[in-house]
C-alpha cells in the first residue's frame, strides 16, 4: 500500500492493489488511514515504552489506558486479576482507580517478578491495594493461588503476559471461571496480527497472536461474547478506537 497525503488539495489517496482511493484528508476515513500507519510505525519505535504512571513504567498506549479506565469506573470491581506484570506500572494504575472508587485491589501474576520491580511495587504508597503471585499464569497451582484471593467478589481480568496463542488460550481456559458474569477478560495486544511484516515484529504473529487465540476461544465457549465497550462520551463523529488491543473484549454473559 501506498499513502500520498497533499496539504494544498486537502486529500489522501490510497493506492492499493492497482487501484486509488482518493479521501478528503479532513474526513473520519482519512484518520483511520493515518491512525493505522501512526499507531504500527508507532509500535515499531517504542511509542509506548515512553510513560509512567505514579513513578513506575506502565507500557501501554495512552488511549486503551483510557478506554480501560472507562470500564473500570462503570464496572467497579473488587480485584482486577492481571497476568504480566512488567515494571508494575499497571498494577499501579489499576490501584490508584480502585483507590479513587474506594474499595478493591489487585492480584498481578508474572513468571517471574524481577526483584527490583517487587522492591519497587512493594514500596508503593500504593501496594496495600496489590498482591503479587510469581509464577506461570495458567499453571493449576498458580491460579489455584490467584482463586485463594478471591472471596466471591466482582472480579476483571486482563491478560497482559506471554501472547502467543498457546499461551493466551490456556490463560482463557484458566480465569474463564474467574471472571464474574457481566465483567470481562481484557485480552491485550492483539495488534500482534498487524506487525508480521514491521522490522521490529515477527513473521509468525499473523497467526501467533492472542487474537487468534480469542476466536478459538468464543467458538468454543458460548458463554462468553466479543463485546467492546461503548464509548462513554464522543462529540466526534469517529467510531473506532487507535487501540493495541483488537479483540480484547471478552465478555462472560452467565
Known amino acids: 500500500m501506498k499513502i500520498e497525503i497533499d496539504t494544498d488539495a486537502r486529500t489522501l489517496d490510497v493506492h492499493e492493489n492497482g487501484d486509488t482511493r482518493r479521501l478528503p484528508l479532513y474526513s473520519d476515513a482519512s484518520f483511520e488511514v493515518i491512525s493505522q500507519i501512526w499507531k504500527t510505525v508507532g509500535w515499531n519505535q517504542r511509542y509506548s515504552y515512553t510513560f509512567t504512571w505514579l513513578g513506575r513504567p ?26 504480566g506484570i512488567a515494571h508494575g506500572g499497571s498494577l499501579v494504575y489499576y490501584a490508584s482507580l480502585l483507590e479513587m472508587i474506594g474499595k478493591g485491589r489487585v492480584v498481578g501474576v508474572d513468571v517471574e517478578i524481577r526483584p527490583h520491580n517487587r522492591q519497587a511495587i512493594e514500596a508503593h504508597p500504593l501496594k496495600r491495594r496489590i498482591d503479587l503471585v510469581e509464577g506461570d499464569s495458567a499453571a493449576p497451582e498458580i491460579v489455584a493461588k490467584v482463586r485463594q484471593l478471591l472471596a466471591g467478589e466482582k472480579v476483571l481480568v486482563i491478560l497482559d503476559s506471554n501472547h502467543t496463542k498457546q499461551h493466551v488460550a490456556r490463560e482463557l481456559e484458566a480465569y474463564k471461571s474467574i471472571v464474574s458474569v457481566g465483567s470481562y477478560i481484557v485480552v491485550q495486544d492483539g495488534v500482534m496480527i498487524e506487525l508480521d511484516d514491521v522490522p521490529n515484529g515477527k513473521p509468525g504473529w499473523a497467526e501467533d497472536n492472542p487474537q487468534r487465540a480469542v476466536e478459538a476461544f468464543l467458538a468454543g ?27 480484547a473484549w471478552v465478555k462472560r454473559l452467565r
Open 58 to 83: 506502565i507500557i501501554q498506549l495512552p488511549e486503551d489506558a483510557l478506554r480501560v479506565q472507562e470500564v473500570i469506573w462503570s464496572l467497579r470491581p473488587d480485584v482486577i486479576v492481571e497476568t
Open 221 to 247: 465457549n458460548k458463554d462468553f461474547v466479543l463485546e467492546p465497550p461503548q464509548w462513554q462520551f464522543n462529540e466526534s463523529t469517529l467510531t473506532k478506537p487507535i487501540t493495541y488491543w483488537p479483540s
